[in-house]
T-cell receptor, first 110, second 114 residues
Framework: SQTIHQWPATLVQPVGSPLSLECTVE??????LYWYRQAAGRGLQLLFY??????ISSEVPQNLSASRPQDRQFILSSKKLLLSDSGFYLC?????????FGQGTRLTVV | AQSVTQPDIHITVSEGASLELRCNYS??????LFWYVQSPGQGLQLLLK??????LVQGIKGFEAEFKRSQSSFNLRKPSVHWSDAAEYFC????????????FGGGTRLMVKP
């Protein structure tokens, strides 16, 4: 069966520090992968999606970036975090329109 | 562009009472429709989906949803709410089932009174 792993679960980072969140999927090939952000009390905002290795589409301009170095690996990065980057980050993969989510990373920028 | 609206940000119901969470979408054609549930600090879990066919779909945990084309709605219902149903619920649409990204509504937070 397919599983999705996302880590770390929580992260506290100072303003201006770099960020790297990793997501891996097991049990499927060539999945569509997504990064969403959920700010406190708000809905889900699609940040990036990828339909294949090295193929990244950005939905919202910001100081975040994403990379897909391997078929089942999706990385969310930032060179310098802002306070406004705090939130709950969710990785997901989809098949037949259905999305399956990781457990999320709670990022607090201080 | 497609959009999803969940008009109720918060809903409180008593345990055992019935529940209906509203979802309206805006799109030129019939999209693929989903409901997800999110417990605090957790990822999202798929409750049910509608692709085609019978407009009343059954999901997990006793939930069902009805697609009404004339109203562009996909409301989620449960006849009797349990305390464990307290969570945030998200309606979502996709253009097709080919893996296009989902567009989510803003979510409805459900609280259950004992």
């Amino acid at each position: 069966s397919q599983t999705i792993h996302q880590w770390p679960a929580t992260l506290v980072q100072p303003v201006g520090s770099p960020l790297s969140l990793e997501c891996t999927v097991e049990g499927t090939s060539n999945p569509n992968l997504y990064w969403y952000r959920q700010a406190a009390g708000r809905g889900l905002q699609l940040l990036f999606y990828s339909v294949g290795i090295g193929q990244i589409s950005s939905e919202v301009p910001q100081n975040l970036s994403a990379s897909r170095p391997q078929d089942r690996q999706f990385i969310l990065s930032s060179k310098k975090l802002l306070l406004s980057d705090s939130g709950f980050y969710l990785c997901a993969w989809s098949v037949l329109g259905m999305a399956f989510f990781g457990q999320g990373t709670r990022l607090t920028v201080v | 562009a497609q959009s999803v609206t969940q008009p109720d940000i918060h809903i409180t119901v008593s345990e055992g009472a019935s529940l209906e969470l509203r979802c309206n979408y805006s799109y030129g054609a019939t999209p693929y429709l989903f409901w997800y549930v999110q417990s605090p600090g957790q990822g999202l879990q798929l409750l049910l989906k509608y692709f085609s066919g019978d407009t009343l779909v059954q999901g997990i945990k006793g939930f069902e949803a009805e697609f009404k084309r004339s109203q562009s709605s996909f409301n989620l219902r449960k006849p009797s709410v349990h305390w464990s149903d307290a969570a945030e619920y998200f309606c979502a649409v996709a253009l097709n089932n080919a893996g296009n990204m989902l567009t989510f509504g803003g979510g409805t937070r459900l609280m259950v009174k004992p």
